[in-house]
């Protein structure tokens, strides 16, 4: 009887010790920014812009040089950072289109695994177009019904003094709109840091997306620049100031170490400012080219990433859910299957060379694929016209070597085909054990709906709905 005692003791003291010495899980925060091109930093060596907070991020942290956005415009690469899938799969075929209801996020997911989980800044997922409508709580697509705890929010872009939805109830914010929601979410992780729970927070900013408005002080280093430059810059220069906010609110609560930072944009660059915008790749926001889907990326963890360095392993926002469950260790049967990213989680601890899983993009008719040193990209699916690129070798995208490497490309297009594919499944519903509950493909301009009527006063008068308007008439914007 003895003996089983000192067992039943022995142990227990051996979970005790085990469980002891289980690292706690991290707090989670993802940041994006919303337009900035991938030469538009100031560790990219950026002519006129300065971001010294980024670059204390990049210096202590993973820096990218090969990062791609899910899509070379907005809401389909918000859609692939919460699903770990291609756009077209949830139904957010391009800017301003909804995301598939039966689609499961990693907000959920972690919600589930216990974490508290808050969004603050643009959604833009819930299918309304048109420039800076907070949402309704009775949105069926509001960031709550996807796993979010707290949000404060609103559907498109926003600037300076913003009318922001803090889950349906609309209030009217002061101040520039990088600071705001960064406070918003230190006082939210302030309340919530001492809880058991970890956090889990995404910060979606609307900078630097048109229309370009920026407080004095952040455009005086552009006075020599042209007005939107000027406005341009500045919010740059505003959204950079914001970060090193948040990474010194981290600190200033003493729990920078286990906090996971991940940021990054949300697509290329634009063509109004530059080449420089994109560092010299090809192509803008809105294309498939380098220009449009490389973006800055940095991921800053201080207890899991001990040493800073910079990796050239190509990596995607696609790749985010899969990586943060790899961390927590969530079960699969948290995502629809399939997923198109992959866990680079190693990455946090080594180099690595060679990535297995290729990153696929489709974008209205637009596809490409990036396999390592090599990309294949159609600029129209349906002509089967290809080309390819090597991007080692050629990064600027200047030399179609597609008849010269016939064994890759057809590898390659094989690859991409059976890929291709298996999207037209998923658009026809094919994920889903039961089919879609509802047509995929929603979205409509939001000052039509008859709910929003008794609202649309309060934006008539405001910049973000006069820059929609062309001879007097809302023009529904891309983005």
């Known amino acids: 009887m003895k003996r089983t005692a000192i067992l039943i003791i022995l142990i227990i003291h051996g979970l005790l010790v085990l469980a002891a010495k289980k690292p706690k899980r991290p707090n989670i925060i ?226 920078e170490e286990n906090t996971l930072v991940w940021f990054n944009s949300d697509n290329g660059g634009l063509p109004n400012f530059g080449p420089e915008t994109v560092g010299g790749l090809r192509g803008y926001k809105g294309k498939i080219y380098e220009g449009g889907l490389r973006v800055p990326c940095i991921i800053e963890w201080p207890a899991g990433i001990k040493q800073s360095r910079i990796t050239d392993y190509p990596a995607s926002t696609m790749d985010i859910f899969p990586t943060i469950a790899d961390l927590v260790d969530l079960p699969e049967s948290n995502m629809v299957l399939p997923v198109d990213g992959t866990s680079i989680l190693k990455l946090f601890t080594k180099d690595l060379k060679t990535r297995v899983k290729p990153i696929p993009f489709r974008h209205v008719g637009k596809a490409a694929m990036v396999d390592n ?51 037209e499944a998923s658009v026809a519903g094919k994920d889903f054990p039961n089919g879609l509950t509802e047509p995929n493909g929603y979205n409509v301009q939001w000052n039509t709906l008859p709910e929003y009527e008794p609202y649309f006063e309060q934006w008539r008068n405001r910049p973000e709905y006069q820059s929609t308007l062309k001879n007097g008439n809302q023009v529904s914007p891309e983005n």
């Not at 080309?387 to 010269?404: A, F, G, H, W």
């Not at 490497?405 to 390659?412: G, H, N, P």
Request: proline residues 5%; negative net charge.
């Open 30 to 255: 993802l940041v994006m920014s919303d337009d900035q091109g991938w030469g538009q930093t100031g560790y990219n060596n950026h002519p006129i812009l300065k971001t010294p907070n980024l670059d204390k991020m990049a210096e202590n942290g993973l820096r990218f040089n090969r990062f791609y956005a899910g899509a070379p415009v907005c809401s389909p690469t918000r859609a692939s950072v919460l699903t770990g899938r291609s756009n077209d799969r949830t139904g957010v075929y391009s800017a301003g289109y909804a995301i598939c209801k039966q689609e499961k996020t990693i907000a959920q997911a972690l919600k589930n695994a216990g974490y508290k989980t808050a969004i603050f800044g643009k959604w833009h997922l819930d299918g309304l177009r048109g420039p800076g409508v907070p949402i309704l709580a009775s949105d069926e697509r509001n960031p709550g019904k996807f796993g979010f705890d707290e949000w404060l929010s609103v559907s498109n872009f926003f600037d300076i003094d913003p009318i922001m939805s803090h889950k349906g109830e609309f209030v009217e914010m002061k101040g520039e709109s990088s600071h705001i929601i960064v406070n918003e979410a230190l006082r939210y992780i302030e309340k919530e840091k001492d809880q058991e729970k970890p956090l889990f927070v995404v910060i979606w900013y609307g900078s630097p997306h048109a229309p370009w408005r920026a407080d004095d002080k952040d455009k005086k280093p552009f006075g020599n620049l042209d007005e939107k430059a000027q406005n341009h810059y500045g919010e740059l220069v505003n959204m950079d100031s914001s970060m090193g906010d948040l990474r010194n609110g981290l600190r200033s609560m003493k729990i």
């Open 373 to 423: 040193n090599y990309k294949l990209l159609s600029l129209d699916i349906t002509k089967n016209e290809f080309e390819l690129y090597d991007l080692v070798k050629d990064p600027n995208e200047t030399n179609n070597i597609i008849d010269k490497e016939k064994d890759i490309a057809s590898r390659m297009l094989e690859v991409f085909t059976a890929w291709n594919q298996s999207v």
